[in-house]
């Protein structure tokens, strides 16, 4: 993977996702995402080149494309740092969009 790859929250969500749902295919993880199946596929690369994941097809399956997808404990740490990293962000941002609510109230309530 690329040294400058920045995650961002789809990143968070695959990875929460995965340790949810080990057994989820990428098709389905599209699906739930709202993601192209491209898209899942590039990042779950991205995961397995940072050793963030490890994927794993069962020898005794018939569907040779089923693999489970397991967090390593790099992958948890990540997924932790992330998680931080995201609450973070959303929290600033929620605070930012309630001053500004807050700002247009009382300029609906100096109209009235």
Do not use: C, W
């Amino acid at each position: 993977m690329k040294e400058n790859f920045q995650y961002n929250d789809h990143h968070l969500k695959l990875l929460q996702l995965l340790e949810e749902n080990p057994h989820l295919s990428q098709r389905d993880a599209s699906d739930v995402l709202g993601l192209s199946l491209g898209k899942v596929n590039y990042i779950l690369k991205a995961f397995l080149d940072k050793g963030l994941i490890k994927m794993n097809n069962f020898r005794n399956n018939k569907n040779k494309l089923a693999y489970t997808y397991l967090l390593t404990p790099q992958g948890i740490e990540e997924k932790a740092r992330m998680t931080l990293h995201f609450y973070e962000i959303k929290k600033r941002e929620y605070e930012e969009l309630r001053a500004e609510v807050e700002k247009l109230g009382e300029s609906v309530e100096g109209l009235g």
